[in-house]
């Protein structure tokens, strides 16, 4: 079965860092988009960044830009969402997800394929 599996997630304190990993099981990333997307507790899922397959591109929503930073090593089969000055808001279980290999990214979950079981991120003083 082809999925995907992050880590990463834990509890940590209002201007906290933390670095979540997305890994695949059973396929390569480097044919695919890789986009990270959150869900708080009655909310809707929401796109946080992408990056292209050749990680040349990478797109993040308003609500993280010059916080988190998404990357990716094709040689360790892993993308990367560094996740600095976290704030309460931030708080939601994330998930990473894979579409097919584009020179640009999106954030809509529309057309993803394979998803992770997801990580839970809590903020909190």
């Known amino acids: 079965q082809l999925q995907l599996v992050e880590s990463g997630g834990a509890l940590v304190q209002p201007g906290g860092s933390l670095r979540l990993s997305c890994a695949p099981y059973?396929?390569?990333?480097?044919?695919?988009?890789i986009s990270w997307f959150r869900q708080a507790p009655g909310k809707g899922r929401e796109g946080v960044s992408c990056?292209?397959?050749?990680?040349?591109?990478?797109k993040s929503a308003d609500s993280v830009k010059g916080r988190f930073t998404i990357s990716r090593d094709n040689a360790k089969n892993t993308v990367y969402l560094q996740m600095n000055n976290l704030k309460l808001e931030d708080a939601a279980v994330y998930y990473c997800?894979?579409?097919?290999?584009?020179?640009?990214?999106?954030?809509?979950?529309?057309?993803?394929?394979?998803w992770g079981p997801g990580t839970q991120v809590t903020v909190s003083s």
């Open positions: 059973g396929f390569t990333l480097r044919n695919y988009i």
């Open positions: 990056i292209t397959n050749s990680g040349d591109n990478t």
């Open positions: 997800a894979a579409q097919s290999a584009s020179s640009v990214c999106n954030l809509d979950p529309e057309g993803y394929f394979y």
